[in-house]
């Protein structure tokens, strides 16, 4: 058992937060989330200078040969600015895709790709009614040739507006909802038939709703096995729940801390209101339930490579801490600012949003204690 | 004991049913209670004057004033009504706050001069109470206001002042002595948005709404005819005006219309293709949200009751502030659990509501988000608890 | 709407206070509760002339008129007084069989006997396995010319060492968990074939584990009609519910007046507890959930004449309310008396542990806001 | 960063097993790590002894008092492979508490005497800490100690003294000096239980368990010899056992085992013919606390790594104190849960342990009783997070 970083990971989070912190500030932010392209894409070429997109790619195809910690050390970094660039779906789903279930052609092809900062993805796998349910679809990919025709529609692809590629699963054989008969796909989002309708959402990032209408897609471009992607499917999205996890515990950091900061300075009834033993243990037990995060979201990291079962456990019992501490580290940071945790102006509000969507991505609290019940 | 209505209620129900079919061929369309951050003064004021015509509009009025002269139970019946009819709330800053002050504590002059505009629906108040800094401890108050002659010269700022950019009026808190125990030395004052000096300044709250603002007072001529009651004696008052606040605060028969819509929601969400009420873990939060909501129907009815009985509420009502905003948020919590990754989708932002996902996950996200609030203000839940600790515990 | 008390009921409470605060007292029930006999008939008799027996039974048949408003008063100043003395098993349930159920000579027989403190009754309703299902029930009744043949066990009969007859239920025809088929019978506790292990419970009652071996109960006997007897069931212990609900707000009214009461003379730190804000709070959150559950317990008692679907929400409702309120109250009673507050000295202990099992009774939380959903 | 272990690890985990299922032979029957309220001293003691021998006594003593010198990882294998095999727990008071002080600050004399007894089993020790009204405030404590010559004379009494019918030895902090700041006139005593003036008196608790007891010195004569450290420097002591005591408190791998015999007597349980476990609600709640509890080992992993790179656990630890309690308490209370209507027989009332229900019932509802004790003993949970709040967040 060793819990220490590597001298490398503390570099990378020294550079990732330096970054940040010079170049990610709340003012700026605010501006460019609002702005009609909704990010900065000056970043992206940045964090790709930084090596930050390679990092947990493997060295044989242009990474730096990290992984799982790499990443949740980048995300947590994330978490603590706010940061809207993709690369929870560009380089922890789109690269965990094509690094596990890519065929040599098209990790040749990607992976290099992703890690300069070439391209970025988006993944669509959510449907209107399937809800948490990875299995729950109605697109569909008919096989014709050498290709699959794609029919269908995805709901709030978060990131599609700025991918130029997507990550789609489909149903390739089988009922609706049937665990087998599912693939998995890259297409690109300039093909003929695929339509998008892009908006912002609450916490600033930007999603569309996609469309397919007889896509054609090359057979090459299918990731794993046809009718097998659920495995795939599920081990990826367990990463990206890693991932979130940790983007989570950065953004509960920022809250517990400026509460903390808060109450030490602001004064109802002539006194600093930190001093109110209420106050006090609110704000003990928002750093409890951030420790208890980070406790678990260091679990989950550690477990990704362990057998599915083992490793679903670890991230739905990661996703339903992370979901319920965020939401109380959340309301409590907005209730201990008062009035001025209610307004647009302030940071704590938008930690508040990221956290309360970071609930809902992948499953939530529920979905995943019935997840875990289940493995139990 | 028991809980049957006579016949004379049963009758006045009907009335009311009939009064509100009536009314919803007349309001603007999608005017329902449900928030809408955009409407316009006139949406907000279309039901006010329905009521105001049909006499209906101050139920908390005594009848002198134009008030409704209905017992407890006619009230209860009138708010079970509406709510269940998703008609939308009036407005309270005239009606229920101002407007007992002036009555209870205002001249001859004053009552004569607002209450029918107030009644009428002519002049829209805003509350000027908070300010920066100021927050649940209210009488650390510092906006000052210094006599000159027949005037008083008002300078300072009030903050969280909700719909201030539709309003004519506002009541205010002012510091007239600022050498005294804090409390003492505050005026309560009703001043003309129209006075020059006073200037409007929006505040964007978490939803993206324009719900509340700054208002910034310089060198604003406030005659002393606009003083209510004794100067330096605002505080008494300002409770006054606090606890009625509270006592309709719990939102029962709104909270019922909410779950019922909540329902109807998590009916129409899937979960692995069925509906997603039928889910045990969702059905359980559901069905406990509906108790503690019954229980505190209960414990309104006996506040009501004891009001009946002639007893005014006591600090106990601070039990139908906590829970009742305790369930408003959990409603809109778990809408937002039901309609999964529609809440994403911020179309506020887009301009015009336009709608993502199906129409019912418009905007909830925000709601919930929004509804923090309401632990926040009419002084914090924890405020609540430190009055029942001590009034009501003697702790 | 009328939420106020007839001036008999209000008599009536007073009544019951006086004698209980004059005539038992904690030091004089934690004596007899400890005793071979586990009480001290002498209260029962006392109670049956001071008419309490019979403040809830129909005129008719020697009662004085009353019904639930009158079992709900007595039952919650016995809260306050841990009573142990059989009057829910005896009047509530028992009474509430007969009136409800009783054929004209049943009647007759047995309320006028009630009222007047001549018997005990029993309520052997729960079964080894089949936790908090009424239906549940493997033991059995076979018509046999003019009687019954009761063969089964029941689990837990409380009060059963100290009654005279047992309201059985059982099965008459139908499988293991139907509703129908079940019927409801008075048994007299020495008849032949009955048998019963005596036992004290951790709540200070006495309780049984009684066995049924072939034993001949007259076919006049029966409560109710034959195989139909589920209805009945469902609304006494709805009643039953309602009034344990009573005394169960009876309980907690003492601990959060005795834990406030310690708190202001208690001190730590050179002060009393009770000025310790996260304390004050605790105790608001008490009276808070109190209030909350005399609230639904007025409404399940006005709502027990309605028609079945309503009155079982409202008693499940109830039972859930009370429920987490007892649990909570009595916790934090202990917690904010601290090492005190856990001996067995001290009264507190012994609300908490009544609090605890009355979760327990008649189906905890989880059984009835399940009971609540499926009725919503 | 991984979480597997080692070849030597593995290695020792083995050696643990062997030597566990050795032990299993030579115990006397029925002496698991569940709670039995009436064992007797040599039940308590038979797995100490075995341990003893073995040299696994005393795995948080350094090597040269006779220690294991396990690392870290070793100490959490230990107890992860005892608790899983349902292995009782050795007794604290003398190996965890007392020893560490005696090591610590104990001159060469009291180390020599006092470390081999404890390591044997020799000396039982019980703790003098708690009076009657000093509760969480511990430094409030008045029980005096006069010194006569090469004495102090005790009088005063301790309370809630667990096992303390059994002991030989206690450790007290006594008051020398009662005229300064209450910290500052403190003296950490060590007194034998058979001087003339010391009556144990029983308490009786909630589940009818012998278990603490009061403790009075009356004229009680105690060696000078006996003081550990310097007069009125007692505190420090204090404090140090103090933090000592919380470190271990987690209990996380009892905890694992008690979870596993929960889901074992849920899935023994029925509801509606099925098993329990099997119930959504049930097996919800089972699986919240199971993740709360894998949330709560890698704190404690953390703070195990941290110790290992020669890090003192800090304040942080009091997290394992207040999460470590609570999920001990919920295991309790979801037992009594699961075991319906079983939960109320008082079989220890009986005499002999008798079983009403099925066996997995008995002392159920009793030990939920017993463990609220654990947020309330060892320095409140509210306490601790006064601890939070001052040392960690600076408030």
Redesign the interface.
């Known amino acids: 058992m060793d819990f220490s970083y590597t001298e490398e990971q503390t570099l990378l989070r020294n550079s990732v937060a330096k970054y940040l912190a010079d170049n990610y500030k709340f003012e700026t932010w605010r501006k460019f989330t609002r702005s009609e392209a909704g990010r900065d894409p000056n970043h992206w070429k940045q964090f790709a200078e930084l090596g930050l997109l390679a990092a947990a790619l493997p060295e044989e195809h242009g990474g730096l040969g990290g992984g799982v910690v790499e990443s949740s050390v980048i995300m947590e970094e994330f978490g603590r600015a706010l940061v809207v660039e993709p690369y929870l779906p560009t380089v922890v789903i789109g690269g965990g895709f094509l690094k596990h279930g890519g065929s040599d052609a098209l990790k040749e092809e990607w992976l290099a790709k992703i890690g300069a900062g070439e391209s970025i993805l988006a993944f669509a796998f959510a449907e209107p009614k399937g809800r948490y349910n990875l299995a729950d679809l109605t697109t569909t990919a008919k096989k014709q040739g050498g290709s699959y025709i794609l029919n269908g529609q995805k709901a709030v692809v978060i990131g599609a507006p700025w991918a130029d590629h997507l990550i789609v699963t489909a149903r390739t054989s089988g009922g609706q909802r049937d665990k087998n008969g599912i693939s998995v796909f890259i297409v690109d989002k300039k093909a003929k038939g695929v339509a998008t309708r892009d908006y912002p959402t609450v916490d600033s990032l930007r999603a569309s709703e996609v469309t397919f209408e007889n896509v054609e897609v090359p057979a090459a471009n299918l990731i794993g096995t046809a009718d097998n992607g659920l495995p795939l499917i599920e081990q990826v999205v367990d990463e990206a729940i890693a991932a979130v996890c940790a983007e989570a515990t950065g953004a509960m950091k920022v809250l517990v801390d400026t509460t903390v900061e808060y109450s030490k300075t602001r004064k109802q009834f002539g006194v600093p209101i930190g001093k109110f033993q209420v106050l006090q243990h609110r704000m003990v037990d928002m750093f409890v339930q951030y420790e208890q995060s980070v406790s678990i979201t260091l679990m989950v990291t550690l477990k990704l490579a362990e057998e599915a079962a083992e490793r679903a456990k670890a991230a739905s019992a990661a996703k339903v801490t992370i979901g319920k501490a965020g939401r109380f580290v959340g309301q409590q940071a907005v209730q201990i600012h008062g009035g001025i945790g209610m307004t647009d102006e302030l940071n704590v509000g938008h930690y508040f949003k990221r956290l309360t969507l970071i609930d809902t991505l992948f499953g939530n609290t529920d979905h995943h204690l019935k997840r875990y019940a289940a493995l139990s | ?5 006579s016949p004379e209620e049963e009758a006045f129900r009907q009335e009311v049913r009939a009064f509100i079919a009536d009314a919803k061929t007349k309001l603007p369309k999608g005017i329902g209670a449900a928030e809408s951050a955009d409407r316009s003064k006139e949406d907000y004021l279309a039901w006010h004057k329905l009521l105001y015509r049909k006499g209906w509009v101050a139920p908390l009025w005594p009848k002198q004033y134009g008030g409704t002269g209905w017992n407890v ?1 006619q009230r ?1 019946i009138f708010n079970e009504e509406t709510a269940a009819a998703d008609m939308p709330t009036t407005l309270p800053f005239g009606l229920n706050m101002v407007a007992p002050v002036i009555f209870t504590y205002g001249n001859e002059e004053q009552k004569k001069k607002y209450l029918p505009r107030i009644l009428s629906g002519e002049d829209w108040w805003c509350q000027g109470y ?1 300010e920066p ?1 100021s ?3 209210l009488a ?1 108050l510092r906006t000052r206001a210094v006599r000159e002659g027949d005037h008083y010269i008002v300078n300072g700022q009030k ?2 002042t909700t719909l201030a950019q539709f309003a004519d009026m506002i009541f205010c808190l002012v510091r007239t002595d600022p050498n005294v125990k804090q409390q003492e030395g505050i005026t309560f004052l009703l001043i003309d948005m129209k006075t020059p000096g006073i200037t409007v300044k929006p ?4 939803d ?1 709404a324009h719900e509340v603002n700054e208002v910034f007072f310089d060198n604003v001529k406030v005659p002393v005819a606009n003083r209510v009651g004794d100067e330096n004696k605002g505080w008494t008052y300002a409770k006054f005006l606090l606890v009625n606040e509270r006592s309709g605060i719990a939102g029962v028969a709104r909270s019922k219309k909410a779950v019922e819509r909540l ?1 109807e929601i998590a009916g129409a ?5 069925s509906p ?1 009420i039928g889910d ?5 939060k ?3 949200l ?3 909501l ?6 309104e ?2 506040t009501l ?1 004891q009001e009946a ?1 002639g007893q005014m509420a006591g600090p ?1 009502s601070s ?1 139908l502030k ?2 009742g905003t305790e369930i408003q948020q959990r409603i809109t ?1 778990l809408t ?2 039901a309609i ?8 506020r ?2 301009g015009h509501n336009d709608n ?2 199906p129409d019912y996950a418009l905007g909830q ?2 709601h ?3 509804m ?2 309401t ?3 009419g002084g ?1 839940n ?1 405020i609540q ?2 009055i ?2 001590k009034a ?4």
């Open positions: 004991m028991d809980l049957t209505f139970t209860y908070s800094g927050g649940s401890d650390s903050t969280w505040i964007i709250v978490l993206g329902k969400e899937t979960l692995d293709g997603l045990e873990d969702f059905a359980r559901v069905a406990d509906e108790i503690d019954a229980a505190l129907e209960f414990t009815l006996r009751a009985r106990e039990i906590i829970r919590e937002v659990e999964g990754y529609f809440a994403y989708p911020n179309e932002a887009l993502v996902g996200a925000g919930y988000f929004n923090r609030k632990s926040i203000y914090s924890e608890r430190n029942i600790a009501v515990l003697g702790l």
